[in-house]
């Protein structure tokens, strides 16, 4: 039972137009929602975060939304630069403050 | 922020011994410890959580023989595979709740790469 869900395995953008990634999850218990890069071989770098009573979060080039009803959250990067290829993860914070990831989106942004 | 220390980086061993992964953290109390598998291509599954001075929590389906928990301080947390086999080949992360992300946050250790052969 995948309870995070990233349907898009892979995003490829032009450097400065926006990236756009998306997460569904289905526990409404879920209090919490983390975004994280990671590079190959190395651990989840935090990214930007968003409590499950708000709707936007919005830090530097980064922001994240978040629909409860749909159950939906996505990432915003704009403007995209080539620094920021890297595999995206959404995260949700539900029992005992584990974290269920999603399955991963791999962003490719081209100069 | 906070420094998780996972060590070794990577390790290569042979079918039917045992590996130790350790991680430390550095400049901050982790009373908890969560840790991680990933399998290529796909998302972090929490294995198991370790807390400080008690037995740990292991997700359904981890055998808790196999991968033995140790978090004996309150700045080093142990993952030992036991009798490990080509199939425990995996990236394996460490994760700590982070004071300095606010209530919500975590830092991750940078994975350990084991293969098994």
């Known amino acids: 039972d995948q309870q995070v869900k990233q349907n898009s395995p892979s995003l490829s953008v032009q450097e400065g137009r926006i990236s756009i990634l998306n997460c569904d999850y289905t526990n409404s218990m879920f209090d919490y929602f983390l975004w994280y890069k990671k590079y190959p071989a190395e651990g989840p770098t935090f990214l930007i975060s968003?409590?499950?009573?708000?709707d936007k979060n919005e830090d530097g080039r980064f922001t994240v939304f978040l629909n409860k009803s749909a159950k939906h959250l996505s990432l915003h990067i704009v403007p995209s630069q080539p620094g920021d290829s890297a595999v995206y993860f959404c995260?949700?914070?539900?029992?005992?403050?584990?974290?269920?990831f999603g399955e991963g989106t791999q962003l490719t942004v081209n100069p | 922020g906070a420094v998780v220390s996972q060590h070794p980086s990577w390790v290569i061993c042979k079918s039917g011994t045992s590996v130790k992964i350790e991680c430390r953290s550095l400049d901050f109390q982790a009373t908890t410890m969560f840790w991680y598998r990933q399998f290529p291509k796909q998302s972090l599954m929490l294995m198991a959580t370790s807390n400080e001075g008690s037995k740990a929590t292991y997700e359904q389906g981890v055998e808790k023989d196999k991968f033995l928990i140790n978090h004996a301080s309150l700045t080093l947390s142990t993952l030992t595979v036991t009798s490990a086999h080509p199939e425990d080949s995996s990236f394996y992360i460490c994760?700590?709740?982070?004071?300095?992300?606010?209530?919500?946050?975590?830092?991750f250790g940078s994975g350990t790469r084991l293969t098994v052969v």
């Open positions: 968003i409590s499950s009573i708000k």
């Open positions: 994760s700590a709740p982070d004071p300095g992300q606010g209530y919500y946050g975590y830092t």
């Open positions: 995260a949700a914070r539900g029992r005992g403050s584990r974290l269920t």
